[in-house]
């Protein structure tokens, strides 16, 4: 069970669709923003959804290319993105950081150095809510369950800057 299966049956089940055309979903969609999720992987994913049941395939004649696999979701693959869904919409949502290992190590710096790398993660905070904002502004037709991650980003972004703000002044009293 991986989240990776709970894309791309929601793909599937959305349309029928080649593998490839489900890759150009992910990156339209920019879901390995959002969740673990690679592109290369999905062919893999594809595979294996199919060897379990989960997905089936026709074999349709290619206009200049040559034929190709259409990916379309089974009563079984329906049954399991319901019990995925459910799944992962009952579990803890855990909120990992790569910056906490910084965080949790900057009373063995120095306090100029503390501050310094202090203020390298504001930026890069900012520079990810900026580029969070653009992808925002480019996709701005996507449908609305995308464009609500879109502003849930943000609002994590907000947060945790005011956060960082909070435990920056929190330290210099210290």
């Given at each position: 069970?991986?989240?990776?299966?709970?894309?791309?049956?929601?793909?599937?089940?959305?349309?029928?669709?080649?593998?490839?055309?489900?890759?150009?979903?992910?990156?339209?969609?920019?879901?390995?923003?959002?969740?673990?999720?690679?592109?290369?992987?999905i062919y893999r994913k594809v595979l294996?959804?199919?060897?379990?049941?989960?997905?089936?395939?026709?074999?349709?004649?290619g206009d200049k290319f040559a034929d190709?696999?259409?990916?379309?979701?089974?009563?079984?693959?329906?049954?399991?993105?319901?019990?995925?869904?459910?799944?992962?919409?009952?579990?803890?949502?855990?909120?990992?950081?790569?910056?906490?290992?910084?965080?949790?190590?900057?009373?063995?710096?120095?306090?100029?150095?503390?501050?310094?790398?202090?203020?390298?993660?504001?930026?890069?905070?900012?520079?990810?809510?900026?580029?969070?904002?653009?992808?925002?502004?480019?996709?701005?037709?996507?449908?609305?369950?995308?464009?609500?991650?879109?502003?849930?980003?943000?609002?994590?972004?907000?947060?945790?800057?005011?956060?960082?703000?909070?435990?920056?002044?929190?330290?210099?009293?210290?």
């Amino acid at each position: 069970m991986s989240s990776i299966d709970l894309v791309v049956l929601g793909i599937v089940l959305e349309k029928p669709q080649s593998a490839y055309d489900i890759q150009k979903d992910v990156e339209y969609h920019n879901l390995s923003k959002w969740t673990k999720i690679s592109v290369p992987s999905i062919y893999r994913k594809v595979l294996q959804l199919k060897e379990k049941g989960y997905l089936e395939s026709d074999i349709v004649k290619g206009d200049k290319f040559a034929d190709k696999a259409i990916y379309s979701i089974t009563e079984k693959g329906k049954e399991y993105f319901e019990k995925l869904m459910f799944t992962y919409a009952s579990q803890d949502v855990p909120l990992l950081f790569d910056f906490n290992v910084v965080i949790a190590n900057l009373n063995k710096v120095s306090s100029n150095e503390a501050i310094k790398l202090i203020a390298q993660l504001r930026e890069s905070i900012k520079i990810s809510a900026k580029a969070n904002e653009d992808y925002a502004i480019q996709y701005a037709t996507i449908p609305l369950v995308g464009r609500t991650i879109f502003e849930q980003q943000k609002l994590l972004y907000n947060s945790l800057l005011e956060w960082l703000n909070n435990f920056e002044a929190q330290m210099s009293k210290e």
